[in-house]
């Protein structure tokens, strides 16, 4: 079992910057991929972002490239997500999921994560 909370989200201007932060409970998050998702009004939610377990492959979406980058220190169960050069259109809330794997993979769809976070709202005022 994983549980994850979220930390970090808050209102900034455009082009500002925040750091998302996802605590994992248990002694397993050393063999989580991790991933960030959003979830804007009205709209489906988004995979923005990936790591593997070990921290050594990662994944964006187009949208994000360049802007955001994902990190994790397992020593301290914990995966970020930095937000540069933030735009209107990141405004939702932003979620972390977890899923045990034992190879080295990355994940990006939702049905594909077994845990998630509470979620924490990130808006992005112009």
């Known amino acids: 079992q994983v549980q994850l909370v979220e930390s970090g989200g808050g209102l900034v201007q455009a082009g500002g910057s925040l750091r998302l932060a996802c605590a994992a409970s248990?002694?397993?998050?050393?063999?989580?991929?991790m991933g960030w998702f959003r979830q804007a009004a009205g709209k489906e939610r988004e995979c923005v972002a990936a790591?593997?377990?070990?921290?050594?492959?990662?994944y964006y979406a187009d949208s994000v490239k360049g802007r955001f980058t994902i990190s994790r220190d397992n020593a301290k169960n914990t995966v970020y997500l930095q937000l540069n050069s933030l735009k209107p259109e990141d405004t939702a809330v932003y979620y972390c999921?977890?899923?045990?794997?034992?190879?080295?993979?990355?994940?990006?769809?939702?049905?594909?994560?077994?845990?998630w976070g509470q979620g924490t709202q990130v808006t992005v005022s112009s």
């Open positions: 999921a977890a899923v045990l794997d034992w190879g080295f993979s990355l994940y990006t769809r939702m049905n594909e994560y077994v845990y």
């Open positions: 248990g002694r397993s998050f050393s063999t989580c991929a």
């Open positions: 790591i593997n377990r070990s921290g050594g492959s990662t």
